[in-house]
């Protein structure tokens, strides 16, 4: 709902991609291509994916026309190494669209998307994060996409009750991200979503893994910042973290 919405997080994706310099392109590692096998979006015009059910019918006309960049796509999947191919079956799903709607509402820089193997260890994917360093610094933006916090039962629950008071293994584990995100701690990272807080946070943890990529490629060396934090709907965190 947050495309479409006008409220404090929208706004503050909005500020924040005017904050943002123009990337030459963005490399999006969303929760929502969580498949077997690690593979890039090769479309030159890559389809808009709406992959969800039950929502206003607003959110289905959207569009985000970003172009693709099968260049990128195929540079990331080499990256990548033997594990990555670049794929035409996919396109940009709405954790890509939702986001960059906000950020760069003009659809006018090359997005590729990279999926995350469902079957790879959480260290894995922070491995894989590494090999996309180089991309920085040559301008493109890695984007992740996912949640910090994300269980949904819970937050629905929260809805239907109206009690949205967060609740202490959300906001430890919340809490416990961001240390270990300003202390470079890849270990505590790794480990988070098999400790008991991370359980109750992800019962699948597709949407904690795209912090991993971002925090790979990010590197020891760069500055941390957060520039939203907050809960939605009681537990789900809404903290963005900023590589510089």
């Not at 929760?31 to 808009?48: C, E, I, K, L, S």
């Not at 099968?70 to 990548?80: D, E, F």
């Not at 940009?92 to 079957?119: E, F, K, M, N, Y």
């Given at each position: 709902?947050?495309?479409?919405?006008?409220?404090?997080?929208?706004?503050a994706?909005?500020?924040?991609?005017?904050?943002l310099?123009?990337?030459?392109?963005i490399?999006?590692?969303?929760?929502?291509?969580?498949?077997?096998?690690?593979f890039?979006?090769?479309?030159?015009?890559?389809?808009?994916?709406?992959?969800?059910?039950?929502?206003?019918?607003?959110?289905?006309?959207?569009?985000y026309?970003?172009?693709?960049?099968?260049?990128?796509?195929?540079?990331?999947a080499?990256?990548?190494?033997?594990?990555?191919?670049?794929?035409?079956e996919w396109?940009?799903?709405?954790?890509?669209?939702?986001v960059?709607?906000?950020?760069?509402?003009?659809?006018?820089?090359?997005?590729?998307?990279?999926?995350?193997?469902?079957?790879?260890?959480?260290?894995?994917?922070?491995?894989?994060?590494?090999?996309?360093?180089?991309?920085?610094?040559?301008?493109?933006?890695?984007?992740?996409?996912?949640?910090?916090?994300?269980?949904?039962?819970?937050?629905?629950?929260?809805?239907?009750?109206?009690?949205?008071?967060?609740?202490?293994?959300?906001?430890?584990?919340?809490?416990?991200?961001a240390?270990?995100?300003?202390?470079?701690?890849?270990?505590?990272?790794?480990?988070?979503?098999?400790?008991?807080?991370?359980?109750?946070?992800?019962?699948?943890?597709?949407?904690?893994?795209?912090?991993?990529?971002?925090?790979?490629?990010?590197g020891?060396?760069?500055?941390?910042r957060?520039?939203?934090?907050?809960?939605?709907?009681g537990?789900?965190?809404?903290?963005?973290?900023?590589?510089?």
């Amino acid at each position: 709902m947050n495309a479409i919405e006008d409220n404090p997080w929208t706004r503050a994706f909005q500020a924040l991609g005017a904050e943002l310099p123009r990337p030459r392109a963005i490399l999006s590692i969303s929760a929502h291509w969580w498949v077997d096998g690690t593979f890039t979006t090769g479309d030159a015009q890559p389809r808009t994916i709406h992959d969800f059910g039950g929502f206003p019918e607003p959110l289905y006309r959207m569009q985000y026309p970003a172009p693709g960049d099968p260049q990128l796509a195929a540079r990331v999947a080499a990256a990548i190494g033997n594990a990555g191919s670049v794929s035409l079956e996919w396109g940009l799903d709405h954790g890509t669209w939702t986001v960059l709607h906000h950020l760069r509402p003009g659809a006018d820089v090359p997005v590729v998307q990279l999926s995350i193997d469902r079957r790879l260890p959480a260290a894995r994917h922070l491995e894989l994060g590494r090999a996309l360093a180089p991309l920085r610094d040559e301008g493109v933006l890695i984007l992740g996409s996912g949640n910090i916090t994300h269980n949904l039962r819970h937050a629905f629950a929260s809805m239907q009750s109206g009690d949205r008071s967060t609740p202490p293994w959300a906001a430890d584990f919340d809490a416990g991200v961001a240390r270990a995100l300003t202390t470079h701690d890849d270990a505590w990272l790794a480990e988070a979503p098999q400790t008991h807080d991370g359980r109750l946070c992800h019962p699948s943890p597709d949407h904690y893994l795209p912090l991993l990529y971002a925090a790979g490629a990010a590197g020891r060396s760069s500055a941390v910042r957060f520039p939203i934090t907050g809960f939605d709907l009681g537990s789900l965190s809404m903290r963005a973290v900023l590589f510089t």
